[in-house]
């Protein structure tokens, strides 16, 4: 990787480093001019041995999450961070757009799993800080910067990578609910009381009814709710009671299912599932995948839906991870607007998000697709700093260029 950076900075040529290329904002494709080089890190796939001492392996950049955590799972650890792309998504792209996923609530982002890091610099220069040591208080974060980078400060080629034990025990409870107001509240009051929540899922009766209209099958109870809650909890013992305890005793609840099987579980994440594959069947929809504080949650969807559906043929749907506040807005309808009308609803949901305090990207990074819309969760001063740090690792602005900051 040294020598092909050192080369390419010697020829001023683009490098977008590529991982699994499952990310959806155009980060880890170059732009249409033809010049740049893509830079796989998939040979780049070593997983070192477990140190169970520290509960830490060490990877290549493009080792696969699946096979990672294949590797951690038979040594009784877990990788912490599990999203459903696991199956081709590579850590270096993982710790590069600062993923999450499902467990976010439990363990944190990538950002709060990479220990260390070996990655090379735009004039072939490699960084290495692999020691894993939980308290390192010498300077700058390096890690941490570059995680969400997005490939526009180093190529990174090794990560050191925080496990957690494997639990055996795993429940999954689907509660229904009269309003996503009540919902979020229950949400709340039984995350108090349940630690090893890992897991808090929700969608509403439209999107049931999405699902089912185009995959059919049975609702998850014999009637519909206007609002579904799905919790996962794992723990060293059955966490089933102290889940059930807590749904109990939060008032509102209006029915719950609860399965401890791999195959119960499935059936009760069935229409939370299928709502992107509904989506698809009826859109092209146009996604907005972003972060609001928990607390303001209900507030921003309501008002995003009255906003998208102002618009004449325009529908909004609208699921996530309540845990985390991370809502995925998806507008059907958006394919029949002209450039000018899409680029006013972009500015208006993206817009809605800032005013609640939130961010315009809660997974995938910022890529092609949002740069423009950066400004709306980072202030000019920090836009500033962000430039500055590209411009002193990255000089010739090799790295990545066009994503996640405009081009010089
Ligand atoms: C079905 C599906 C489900 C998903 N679920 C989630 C989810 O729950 N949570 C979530 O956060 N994301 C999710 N994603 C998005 C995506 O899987 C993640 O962003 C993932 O981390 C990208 O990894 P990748 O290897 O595919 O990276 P790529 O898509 O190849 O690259 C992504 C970005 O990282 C950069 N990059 C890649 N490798 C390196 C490297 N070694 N060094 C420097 N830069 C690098 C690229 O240049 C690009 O900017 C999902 C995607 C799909 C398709």
């Not at 977008?16 to 796989?40: C, E, F, I, R, W």
Request: hydrophobic content about 45%.
């Amino acid at each position: 990787v040294s020598g092909i950076l050192r080369v390419c900075a010697a020829h001023g040529v683009p490098v977008v480093a590529q991982g699994g290329n499952t990310g959806l904002v155009g980060g880890s494709v170059p732009d249409d001019s033809g010049t740049a080089v893509v830079l796989s890190t998939r040979r780049l796939d070593g997983i070192g041995d477990i140190d169970r001492t520290q509960g830490q392996v060490t990877v290549g950049a493009g080792a696969i999450l699946a096979g990672v955590q294949q590797a951690a799972r038979a040594a009784g650890f877990d990788v912490p961070v599990d999203l459903a792309a696991r199956q081709s998504a590579t850590v270096g792209g993982m710790a590069a757009t600062n993923a999450g996923g499902l467990h976010v609530i439990r363990h944190g982002t990538m950002r709060q799993q990479v220990l260390g890091f070996e990655a090379v610099l735009a004039g072939g220069e490699v960084l290495a800080h692999l020691g894993g040591l939980l308290k390192d208080n010498t300077g700058y974060d390096l890690a941490g910067l570059l995680c969400g980078s997005e490939g526009t400060l180093a190529v990174l080629t090794r990560l050191r990578l925080r496990l957690v034990p494997l639990l055996p025990h795993r429940v999954t409870a689907l509660v229904a609910w009269p309003s996503l107001e009540a919902l979020v509240a229950g949400f709340v009051a039984i995350r108090e009381q349940v630690p090893s929540l890992e897991t808090a899922e929700y969608f509403v009766a439209a999107g049931e009814e999405l699902v089912l209209e185009t995959f059919g099958g049975a609702r998850p109870f014999d009637r519909p709710y206007p609002a579904y809650l799905i919790l996962e909890a794992a723990g060293p013992s059955d966490p089933t009671e102290l889940l059930a305890a807590a749904v109990g005793e939060v008032p509102g609840v209006l029915d719950v299912a609860v399965a401890g099987s791999a195959a119960g579980s499935a059936a009760l994440w069935r229409v939370r599932e299928l709502h992107s594959e509904a989506l698809g069947a009826a859109g092209p929809p146009r996604k907005y995948d972003v972060t609001v504080p928990v607390g303001r949650l209900t507030r921003f969807v309501d008002a995003a839906v009255r906003l998208v559906e102002d618009r004449p043929g325009l529908v909004c749907h609208h699921f996530g991870h309540v845990g985390d506040g991370n809502v995925h807005v998806n507008v059907l309808g958006a394919e029949a607007l002209d450039d000018e009308g899409r680029e006013a609803l972009d500015g208006a949901v993206l817009g809605l998000v800032a005013e609640e305090g939130g961010s315009i990207s809660a997974e995938h990074g910022i890529g092609r697709l949002k740069r423009d819309w950066l400004h709306l969760s980072r202030s000019p001063a920090e836009l500033a700093a962000m430039r500055a740090l590209k411009d002193a690792l990255d000089p010739m602005g090799i790295l990545n260029p066009g994503v996640l900051l405009p081009p010089v």
